[in-house]
């Protein structure tokens, strides 16, 4: 093979070349990928001959049960949910395997109205309360695979603001009885979906449902979560695997369990998935997709995440993937110390929603602006017959145009852009995207030396949160005497070291009817004195 052409100027001959010579292509999934709008060249590909033989090596060990979560001491086997066989126990496999069954019986009792809501009624909605990996899952299974008039409609609590949750129990009404509530936490003990849990309960025992034969469990064997739903004899409980983290769940019954709910082709998506996994075990960077994509962001960031990556799918069934790549890039990549204990604060940002929208909002400064970024666009070939061509004019041939045009109007101006592109959108296909992408965050991970697979800073997060709200208890104690006191009379008593969290949790409180008042001017807060009514 001829020595690539670099990625410069606009000769359309070495352009042409550098696309014929990058371009990767699978006939059995339909998928290519083309980085030759990517800063990769040729010197990049010989010097990323022994990283990426050691990244491969890392990821075959992964695959083959290392504790590859050295910090939690965790094997990471999300790559075994679908291929069992590949699970280093047999009884691990074994338990796969069975899983997924009772998930696509469940699913398909709940549609045929063979397992019913109490009284025999078919149930009419689901109620999905998970956050993060347990809630962009879920959300992008639904958004990218649902069908109109197909299967249950969801609505979820993936939060703890109290005006989305009463929103979402309005909607639902009177059809709370005939609701199926699915609480999906892996620990078991995340509070956002307990505190959801807790007021689903309330609100479906408030409207005559009855809780226990309406709730679904999704969590590890023998966490809280497990041992309420055991206790109270939920509907069913299915389980989330020690070695399946929150970010790479969606093959797991976190995805399953809403492909079934809404009839999609969970077997194809878990077949997609596999497929994927099976071309990015090739170990050969120019052979392997998810080396490639790691490669490409690798030299776009100087390995130090320094471009953003923009994810531009056009298909409106791909919007949340986004927000879901987010996730499982950020979380995984987003280390202040690398394997070695150095401080190297590695990341790589994600954003997007889709294309041609953002054409006409945010692409003017990817075209013109900051040169901070690539942009990741994602194609569909296969277009619905229901959307005719109409006075000559076909939206599927400008959708296309646009995602052209913009691809080469970036390109005019040096901006680099990989480019996905799949014949047919559907279940297989979603599970191939969730391949390529958890495959090369893994040997990006092991390119720059960080374990993809820890969160340290949300834990970080998650402890402070719990300092303020204990700190919320002991300000409300010391104020249930009715004595008014200014924020430096708090702090003296309480022995604080700060009085700015007490005016946040003050300005809370006091901001609703929870019995607390204050006097004064609000914007001097040190002249406020709290008392509680
Ligand atoms: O499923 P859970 O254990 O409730 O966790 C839900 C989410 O929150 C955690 O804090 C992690 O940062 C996420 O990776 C996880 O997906």
């Known amino acids: 093979m001829s020595p690539l052409p670099p990625l410069n100027g606009q000769d359309s001959a070495a352009l042409w070349e550098r696309f014929r010579q990058l371009l990767w292509h699978d006939p059995d999934l339909a998928l290519w990928l083309d980085v030759s709008r990517m800063a990769l060249e040729e010197q990049d590909l010989e010097r990323f001959q022994a990283p990426f033989a050691h990244a491969f090596a890392a990821m075959e060990g992964l695959e083959s049960g290392a504790i590859a979560n050295a910090d939690e001491g965790r094997q990471v086997g999300h790559y075994w949910l679908r291929a069992p066989e590949l699970a280093p126990d047999p009884a ?4 796969i395997a069975a899983e997924v069954d009772r998930l696509e019986t469940f699913g398909r009792d709940v549609l045929a109205g063979t397992v019913t809501a109490p009284g025999g009624r078919p149930f009419t909605d689901v109620l999905w309360i998970g956050i993060g990996g347990s809630g962009l899952g879920p959300l992008l299974m639904l958004r990218a695979l649902a069908r109109q008039g197909v299967g249950l409609p969801f609505h979820f609590f993936d939060n703890v603001d109290p005006d989305g949750m009463a929103r979402t129990l309005a909607a639902l009404a009177d059809r709370l009885t005939t609701t199926l509530v699915i609480v999906v936490s892996k620990s078991g003990g995340t509070p956002e979906p307990h505190l959801g849990m807790v007021q689903a309960r309330a609100r479906v025992l408030a409207t005559g449902g009855d809780w226990s034969a309406q709730a679904v469990a999704i969590t590890m064997g023998g966490s809280h979560l497990d041992q309420e739903a055991k206790a109270a004899g939920w509907l069913r409980r299915f389980d989330m695997f020690d070695w399946v983290g929150g970010r790479t769940s969606i093959t797991s019954a ?9 009839g999609a082709d969970l077997r194809g998506f878990l077949e997609g998935a596999a497929a994927m996994d099976r071309l990015t075990r ?61 401080v190297v604060h590695q990341g790589l940002a994600v954003y997007g929603n889709k294309g041609s929208t953002d054409q006409h909002a945010y692409v003017q400064q990817l075209r013109d602006g900051l040169d901070n970024f690539f942009v990741t666009f994602i194609e569909v070939l296969e277009d619905p017959a229901e959307i005719p061509t109409i006075d000559g004019e076909c939206p599927a041939d400008f959708l296309e145009g646009f995602l052209q045009g913009t691809r080469a109007a970036l390109a005019e101006q040096a901006r680099q852009s990989i480019t996905i592109t799949l014949r047919r959108f559907d279940a297989r296909g979603l599970g191939a995207l969730i ?21 340290p800073g949300v834990e970080a997060g998650k402890q402070a949160a ?18 008014p006191r200014s924020l430096a009379a708090i702090g003296a008593e309480l022995e604080l070291e700060a009085v700015e969290p007490v005016f946040w949790l003050l300005r809370h409180l006091c901001a609703n009817n929870r019995g607390y008042g204050a006097k004064g001017d609000w914007g001097q807060p040190d002249g406020l004195v709290f008392h509680h009514t």
């Open 435 to 455: 391949g390529l992408f958890e495959r090369a965050v893994g040997l990006y991970g092991e390119l720059v030396n960080v374990n993809a697979y820890h969160q």
């Open 92 to 95: 691990v496999a074994a338990a």
């Open 282 to 342: 090739v170990p050969d960077l120019r052979a392997n997709p998810a080396a490639l994509l790691a490669a490409s962001w690798h030299v776009a960031g100087g390995g130090q995440g320094r471009r953003d990556m923009v994810v531009l799918p056009y298909r409106d069934r791909l919007e949340v993937f986004s927000r879901y790549l987010q996730q499982l890039v950020m979380e995984s990549l987003g280390k202040r110390l690398d394997r070695d204990g150095v």
């Open 466 to 483: 719990a300092g303020i709200l204990s700190l919320q208890s002991r300000v409300e104690g010391l104020l249930a005497d009715g004595q």
């Open 254 to 262: 976190v995805g399953l369990l809403p492909a079934a709910l809404i």
